[in-house]
C-alpha cells in the first residue's frame, strides 16, 4: 500500500515533464496541421486569383464571339465554346440513359453471382484507368474502326465512357437511399419490377440522379487528354453546322461529323505557345473553364443540400 | 366470363414479356462496363502486337533512348518510365505527407466548423480541370522556384510534380479522412481514458485502425499521379531523357502520347502503334497498384 504514496517528488517533477511534453507535442501538431491546410487551400487560392488577374483584360464579349486567330488580340473562344457545348451534349445523351440503366440493373435487378460480381469489379477498375487511355481505345475504335473519324461524336462517346462510373455509382446511391418499404408497397399492389422501378424509385431519386450526373459532367468538361487523343483540331476558325435551321427538315445530324475543338484544348493551345501575350487568352480560358466547373459543382451541392433537407423517409 | 379471363392471361403475357425485354436491356447496359474494359484491352493489346513486329520486346523494355519520331528511330521505354516515376515521386512525395496531415487534422483536430468549410472546398479543387494546373505549373511555379534555384529550366519535372501532388491532396485528404472518421468513438474513448493526448490517440489508434482506408487514398493518389497527362505535357517539356533528376526537362507516357497525337502521324505506321505500346504499359502499372490495393485493403481491414 505505501509504494502509492512514496512517489518521490522528483518523480512527480518527471511525470509533470513528461505530460507537458506530450502536451506540447499535441499543440505542436495542431498547428503543424493547419499550416498544412492553410498552404494547401492558399496556393490555390493565390493560383487562381493570379488566374483571374492575368486573363481579366481579356474577359470581354468579344472573347466569346471571335475565332481564334493569329494575332493574340483578336482571338476568343467562339469556336471552343461552341464546339464543348455540343460535346457535352452528346455526352450526355450517351452517359445518362447508359450509366442509369447499368445501375438499375446492378441494384435491382441483379443477382449475386459470378457475372454481377465481374460486372461491379470492372466499373471500380474503369473509374480508376487514367483518362489518356480511354483516348486511346476512342482512336482505335471509334475514329478507326467505326470510322467516325475526328468528330464530335467520336469525342461525346469518349467522354461518356470516362464518365460513366461516376454515373453508374452515383445513380446507385440515389437507388439505394429509396428506402425498401417503397419497393415493397409497390410489389403488393401488383406492380411489376419495371413498374416499381419507373414509377417509384426513379421519380424519388431523381434529384441524387441529376446530383452525380452534374459532377460527371463537370469532370468530362475540363478533359483534355483523351480529346487530344482523338486528334481534335487546335485551330478551327468556323462553327459546325448548326443543328437546327429554319427551312426543312429544322433538325440536321452534320455536326456530329464535324470538326470540332473544345476550350481546355484551346486553353492548351495558347499555354503551348512561346508569344506570352497568348498566356493572356490562355488565362481567360482557364478562368472561363473554372467557372463553368465551380458553378456545375455548386450547383450539385445545392442539389445534394436540398434533397437532404426535404426528403424525410 | 372465359373471354375476360383470356384477355387477362394474354394482358399478363405481354407483361411478362415486356419485364423480359427491359431486363435483358439493363443486363446489356450494366455489361457495357465489363466491354468497355475488354475493347481497352484489346484495342492496346492489338496495336502493341503490331508494334513489337517491328521492335523487339527486350528493345522496348531496356533500351534507354526514345525516339520514335526522328529518322533514326530508339524505341526504348525506360526514359518515359523513369519521366513517369519522377515526376509521380515528386508529386507524392508533396501529397502524401500534406494529405495525411491534413486527413489527421480535419479528422481529429479540426473544429466542426473548419471541417464542414474545408472539405467541400478540397472537393472541389478535384473537378478543376488538369490544363489549369499546367497553367499554373508552366507559369506561376517554375518562375518561383527559379528564385530560389536559379538553374532550373524553363521546362523540369520538379514544377508539375509539386503541382500535381498539391491537386491530388485532396483525394488522399478526403478518402483518409473518411476512413478515420469511421474509426468508432469508443476506440478514442478508451485511449483518452487512459490518459492518451489527442495526438498520440491519433496517431496510435485511430491510424492504426483506419490504415486499410489510409492505403487505399494512397493507391488512389499513386495511380493519378501516373496517370495525370496535362500538366506534364505542358509544363515538363516533351523530349524523352532517361534520368531520375527532377531538375531536369523530361517526358513520360502520357505525355508522350499528347506529342504523338498533336502531330500528324499516320495511321498504322509504327509511331502510331507506339502510342499504344506506351498505353499499355501504363494501364498494366495501374491495373498492378489497383490489384495492390485491394490486396492491402482485404489484408487489413478492421472490421468493428
Not at chain 1, 483571374?52 to 469556336?79: H, K, M, N, V, Y
Not at chain 2, 443486363?27 to 493489346?45: C, K, P, Q
Not at chain 2, 501516373?226 to 531523357?241: D, F, N, R, Y
Request: aromatic share 10%; hydrophobic share 55%; net charge neutral.
Amino acid at each position: 500500500m505505501s509504494s502509492y504514496t512514496q512517489i518521490s517528488p522528483q518523480r512527480i517533477e518527471e511525470m509533470r515533464a513528461l505530460i507537458g511534453q506530450r502536451k506540447l507535442r499535441d499543440h505542436m501538431f495542431a498547428i503543424v496541421g493547419l499550416v498544412c491546410m492553410l498552404i494547401a487551400v492558399l496556393t490555390m487560392i493565390a493560383s487562381f486569383a493570379s488566374l483571374l488577374f492575368d486573363g481579366w483584360s481579356r474577359l470581354t464579349p468579344e472573347f466569346f464571339t471571335s475565332f481564334p486567330s493569329r494575332r493574340a488580340a483578336d482571338a476568343g473562344i467562339l469556336s471552343s465554346w461552341v464546339g464543348t457545348t455540343l460535346v457535352m451534349l452528346v455526352t450526355m445523351l450517351a452517359a445518362v440513359p447508359l450509366g442509369i440503366g447499368a445501375a438499375i440493373y446492378l441494384e435491382e435487378y441483379a443477382k449475386q453471382g459470378i457475372v454481377t460480381d465481374i460486372i461491379e469489379v470492372n466499373v471500380t477498375n474503369l473509374a480508376g484507368v487514367p483518362s489518356i487511355i480511354y483516348g486511346l481505345l476512342a482512336l482505335g475504335l471509334f475514329v478507326y474502326i467505326l470510322g467516325l473519324g475526328e468528330s464530335v461524336l467520336a469525342a461525346g462517346l469518349t467522354l461518356a465512357l470516362l464518365i460513366l462510373p461516376v454515373v453508374i455509382v452515383s445513380t446507385r446511391e440515389a437507388l439505394r437511399a429509396v428506402p425498401s418499404t417503397i419497393r415493397e408497397a409497390a410489389y403488393a399492389l401488383g406492380a411489376t419490377r419495371w413498374q416499381m422501378v419507373s414509377d417509384h424509385l426513379l421519380p424519388y431519386s431523381r434529384g441524387g440522379i441529376l446530383t452525380g450526373v452534374i459532377i460527371g459532367m463537370s469532370r468530362a468538361i475540363g478533359e483534355t487528354a483523351p480529346i487530344i487523343t482523338i486528334g481534335a483540331l487546335t485551330f478551327i476558325a468556323f462553327l459546325p453546322p448548326s443543328p437546327v435551321s429554319a427551312e426543312p427538315p429544322f433538325i440536321n445530324f452534320d455536326w456530329l461529323f464535324a470538326p470540332f475543338t473544345v476550350l481546355p484544348i484551346q486553353m492548351f493551345n495558347w499555354v503551348s505557345r512561346p508569344d506570352p501575350a497568348f498566356a493572356v487568352n490562355a488565362a481567360a480560358a482557364g478562368v472561363v473553364l473554372i467557372v463553368m466547373t465551380l458553378l456545375m459543382n455548386g450547383f450539385a451541392i445545392y442539389l445534394r443540400y436540398q434533397i437532404r433537407k426535404t426528403i424525410k423517409w | 366470363m372465359a373471354n375476360a379471363f383470356e384477355g387477362r392471361l394474354a394482358h399478363k403475357f405481354t407483361r411478362n414479356i415486356k419485364e423480359r425485354v427491359i431486363e435483358s436491356i439493363l443486363f446489356l447496359m450494366a455489361f457495357s462496363a465489363v466491354a468497355i474494359t475488354v475493347a481497352i484491352l484489346a484495342i492496346l493489346v492489338v496495336e502493341s502486337l503490331g508494334f513489337f513486329e517491328h521492335v523487339s520486346i527486350f528493345e522496348f523494355l531496356t533500351g534507354t533512348v526514345w525516339s520514335p519520331l526522328f529518322a533514326d528511330a530508339h524505341y526504348g521505354i525506360l526514359p518515359l518510365l523513369a519521366g513517369t516515376l519522377t515526376v509521380a515521386a515528386v508529386a507524392l512525395a508533396v501529397a502524401i505527407p500534406m494529405g495525411t496531415i491534413i486527413a489527421i487534422y480535419l479528422s481529429e483536430f479540426a473544429p466542426h466548423k473548419v471541417r464542414e468549410t474545408v472539405k467541400p472546398f478540397l472537393e472541389l479543387l478535384e473537378s478543376v480541370p488538369t490544363v489549369v494546373f499546367g497553367y499554373f505549373a508552366l507559369l506561376y511555379f517554375t518562375p518561383f522556384l527559379q528564385i530560389f534555384m536559379p538553374g532550373l529550366p524553363g521546362f523540369n519535372m520538379l514544377a508539375p510534380g509539386i503541382v500535381i501532388g498539391v491537386f491530388i491532396i485532396p483525394y488522399i485528404s478526403s478518402v483518409a479522412e473518411d476512413a478515420m472518421r469511421a474509426v468508432p468513438m469508443a476506440m478514442r474513448e478508451g485511449s483518452y481514458a487512459m490518459g492518451a493526448t489527442r495526438f498520440q490517440t491519433a496517431i496510435r489508434v485511430v491510424t492504426p485502425a483506419a490504415i486499410s482506408g489510409i492505403v487505399a487514398a494512397y493507391v488512389l493518389a499513386v495511380s493519378r499521379a501516373i496517370g495525370e497527362t496535362m500538366v506534364v505535357a505542358i509544363a515538363a517539356g516533351l523530349q524523352p531523357k532517361f534520368t531520375f533528376n527532377p531538375m531536369e526537362p523530361a517526358a513520360t507516357i502520357t505525355a508522350y502520347i499528347v506529342q504523338v497525337s498533336l502531330g500528324d502521324v499516320e495511321h498504322g505506321s509504327v509511331a502510331y502503334q507506339s502510342i499504344f505500346a506506351a498505353g499499355l504499359v501504363l494501364v498494366v502499372m495501374t491495373l498492378a497498384l489497383n490489384v495492390f490495393g485491394h490486396v492491402m485493403r482485404k489484408r487489413y481491414r478492421e472490421i468493428y
